[in-house]
């Protein structure tokens, strides 16, 4: 039963990860064209991205998901 758990659980981690990422990348392409390649393409980046744009609330959302 417990297998069944930790299945579930990763299975919604791994949802909630891939809705984060791509709304970021989303919000980074929103943001100028370049960010968003760099975040696509780039490690790291989109965490310069986040702290560049901390101060929009929209962006600070989609990080702490």
Request: aromatic share 20%; proline share 2%.
């Amino acid at each position: 039963m417990s297998g069944i758990a930790i299945g579930l659980f990763f299975i919604l981690g791994l949802v909630l990860s891939l809705v984060g990422y791509f709304w970021g990348l989303v919000q980074a392409f929103g943001e100028e064209t370049i960010w968003g390649v760099l975040y696509l393409l780039v490690p790291f980046a989109s965490l310069v991205f986040y702290i560049k744009n901390w101060s929009n609330t929209k962006i600070r959302k989609t990080f702490l998901i």
